[in-house]
């Protein structure tokens, strides 16, 4: 499986957008016009041009779980010539958007598998109903965002492009793969490989993650009591029991407190085999929903909750803690496996989500970054 993402950023009246890691399209979409483009209207962009005009600091970054720990890398490495894959779009011969975007999956067929993570650069794309255009010119099987964790709303309604994330720029957001504590899963920006973290985590971390996996642990309060993402927004239901079905038939093991709050719990694998290349990635959530990451966020400074209080946590698949040193061994490996590149407007990138982790660099000022999920 991969996934597209399609990113924008937005400057006043200019976008930038991205798109989210989609799993890959089959092929009967693709004419013989297309074929005949395709090919032509691609051309490699220099590693130097994807480069940020300076390294951002990773070590003692504020809001970011482990950089001041042991191991943490210093700064945020740069692109390397084949990671992320970047390539021009020659927009000369005026195809649609449609078109683009059809031309644009038949490109990531073709090297996605190999790259894991496109960038496309120069794509006529300036609003959110252009990035729509161009996503169903794609033509693939679009994942909807149930059951997520972040406040993500949609950027048009009753279609499956959403705003990536409305957590605060000033969070730098840690290497995740989308949704990767779901049993479906589907933003500047540091892209990390799985299969190189697996290579240098410590053979004993791999081997305790492996044989027990990861138990997420989420809570869901009722939304008299709290408007981050209430069980009544998690299920589109203000009935419990309605709730609770949807949630078990997710996989999750549903407990109620007294005061109507929902906690769910779901244990998955902490690896996956690559269904085309077989190696065998890290695809987890189990350091950046562990509740550590919440607790470097300010509005949790001085807090006492108890660890299942927060939206989010996670223990072994047995249910016992990850140790300390597990969390910031996985984090220091999990950043100094990242490069990050600079976005322009226009940008699309589309990334193999069992492969490639992302996250985000806090930032300043106005910007968007759109996302589109599929899964084939
Ligand atoms: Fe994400």
Redesign the pocket.
Same mark, same amino acid.
């Given at each position: 499986m991969s996934t597209f993402i399609f990113t924008s950023a937005r400057r006043q009246s200019s976008r930038l957008r991205h798109v989210?890691p989609i799993k890959l399209a089959t092929s009967y979409f693709l004419s013989t016009k297309i074929r005949s483009v395709t090919g032509s209207i691609f051309e490699r962009i220099p590693k130097e041009e994807l480069a940020p005009k300076t390294r951002p600091r990773l070590r003692d970054r504020e809001f970011l779980p482990g950089s001041t720990g042991e191991g943490f890398p210093e700064f945020l490495a740069e692109p390397s010539d084949s990671f992320p894959h970047g390539v021009r779009v020659n927009t000369r011969d005026q195809s649609s958007i449609s078109e683009l975007g059809a031309n644009c999956m038949k490109y990531i067929k073709e090297n996605l598998t190999d790259s894991q993570a496109i960038l496309f650069r120069g794509l006529p794309v300036e609003t959110a109903e252009d990035f729509l255009a161009l996503t169903e010119g794609m033509r693939g099987k679009p994942l909807n965002y149930e059951g997520g964790t972040s406040p993500r709303p949609k950027e048009i309604e009753n279609s499956d492009i959403y705003f990536a994330s409305a957590e605060p720029g000033a969070y730098t957001i840690e290497l =995740?793969n989308?949704m990767a504590y779901l049993e479906t899963f589907p933003?500047k920006t540091p892209l990390g490989k799985c299969s190189d973290i697996v290579l240098k985590l410590d053979p004993e971390v791999v081997k305790k993650f492996e044989e027990k996996g990861v138990m997420y642990a989420r809570h869901l309060p009722d939304k008299s009591r709290s408007d981050y993402i209430p069980w009544q927004h998690q299920f589109y239901t203000d009935d419990r029991k309605a709730a609770e079905i949807r949630a078990q038939q997710r996989g999750y093991t549903v407990k109620w407190d007294d005061n109507g709050d929902m906690y769910l719990t779901y244990t998955a694998p902490a690896f996956l085999s690559h269904p085309v290349t077989g190696e065998k990635i890290w695809f987890n959530q189990a350091i950046q929903h562990h509740c550590t990451y919440s607790k470097a966020l300010p509005q949790y400074k001085g807090s006492d909750l108890p660890d299942e209080k927060y939206p989010c946590h996670t223990y072994y698949g047995d249910g016992s803690d990850i140790e300390p040193e597990v969390l910031q061994h996985v984090r220091a490996v999990s950043w100094s496996c990242a490069v990050g590149f600079r976005w322009k407007k226009g940008d699309l990138i589309a990334l193999d989500n069992l492969n490639v982790q =992302?996250g985000r660099m806090a930032f300043t000022g106005e910007r968007k970054i759109l996302v589109h999920m599929t899964a084939d």
């Open positions: 989210s =995740h989308e933003r =992302h």
